[in-house]
């Protein structure tokens, strides 16, 4: 999203994990998704890093203008809550480790950024953020583990907030299928 909100123009390879090329194991030792290779070969294989990169260039809409902030929630949430969705939604993965416990977990943090919400109507104040983007997504995926509970949670300015998330023409702009990418491909051009 911060790429498209910054309006760097880049090639999209769409990948399955299950299925990785070559040119992502060669790009980037840990094989996971994002990676950004740049035009002199530096890669940045980490979200963050590459919102960054990308406002860095172009932050039209200010969203670093509450940085450390932002950086400080996002930490949170990258750290303990990211730690808890990950055994919350894949359990299977992390045997003698309850969901429930980590679901329970999340929640507390849910509970936070409701609380934040009650005040603004974003993460950090009036406007987004760099918080709000990078923390939506985790957000999203703990709410579909289990929609039906989720949904049932008394947190209503995090349900109305990731409801406008899950509405605004940014999602709904970046998050179109693309097909899976093979070598020797054509790239799809990822443009605003």
């Known amino acids: ?14 990948v399955i994990l299950a299925d990785k090329p070559q040119e992502l194991l060669t790009a980037s030792a840990k094989a996971t998704v994002p990676v950004l290779v740049l035009p002199n070969d530096i ?21 670093l203008a509450c940085q450390q902030p932002a ?15 990950d055994r919350y939604k894949y359990g299977t993965r992390y045997p003698g480790e309850p969901p429930q416990e980590h679901r329970q977990k999340g929640q507390l943090f849910l ?23 990078a923390i939506f997504p985790f957000v999203r995926q703990f709410a579909n583990t289990d929609r039906q509970w989720f949904d049932q949670l008394n ?12 509405h605004s023409e940014l999602f709904t702009s970046v998050m179109k299928k693309y097909p899976q990418w093979k070598t020797g491909d054509e790239d799809v051009k990822f443009v605003v």
């Open 1 to 14: 999203m911060a790429l498209f909100a910054s309006g760097q123009v880049c090639a999209l390879r769409e």
């Open 43 to 63: 890669v940045i294989d980490q979200s963050l890093d590459i919102m960054l990169w990308a406002l860095a260039k172009n932050d039209p809409q200010n969203w």
């Open 71 to 85: 950086l400080e929630l996002i930490a949170e949430s990258d750290g303990p809550f990211k730690h808890n969705l």
């Open 111 to 133: 509970t936070n950024l409701d609380a934040r919400l009650g005040e603004n109507p974003f993460l950090l104040g009036p406007g987004v953020s760099l918080a709000d983007i």
């Open 155 to 166: 947190l209503p300015n995090l349900h109305n907030w990731l409801a406008e998330r899950l």
